[in-house]
Each structure stands twice: as C-alpha cells, then as structure tokens.
C-alpha cells in the first residue's frame, strides 16, 4: 500500500515516486500546501476505490496517517 500512496503523492507533486520519502509528511514536503493535500486526497479516493470523509482530511498529514485512514475506509 505505501508503494501505491508514494505513487499517488509523486503524481500530485510531478515527482518520481522513488523522491518521496517512505515517512513523508507535511514538514518535509515542502510544496505540501491546502491545494496539493486536496488534490493528493482526490487522487487517493480515485486510486483506491475509497471515500474519505472530509472531517478526517486534515489529519492526513503523512504517509502513515493516510495508510492508516485508506485501510480503516476498506482499502488494501
């Protein structure tokens, strides 16, 4: 799930996947701004098959939080 998530974030960004980090996060991405996070949480819901409800998007702040939210909403 973290390779998808990786892949996920480098389209938003127009980055090679390999360039995000496996514990990237809001402080060392620095073009981690409100627009990406809504488009990086688009492209998830559209990647996984999910929907993520909007009161837990801005907690999803790394890697980690949004693997965590993607498997709690049934993603695997």
């Known amino acids: 799930m973290r390779d998808r998530v990786r ?16 514990d990237a996060d809001t402080t060392s991405l620095p073009s981690w701004d409100s627009l990406r996070h809504m488009e990086l949480m688009l492209e998830l819901e559209m990647s996984f098959g999910v929907r993520i409800p909007a009161d837990e998007l801005p907690e999803l702040t790394s890697v980690g939080a949004i693997e965590e939210a993607l498997r709690e909403h049934g993603a695997v």
């Open 7 to 22: 892949q996920a974030m480098a389209s938003v960004w127009n980055v090679p996947a390999d360039e995000i980090a496996e």
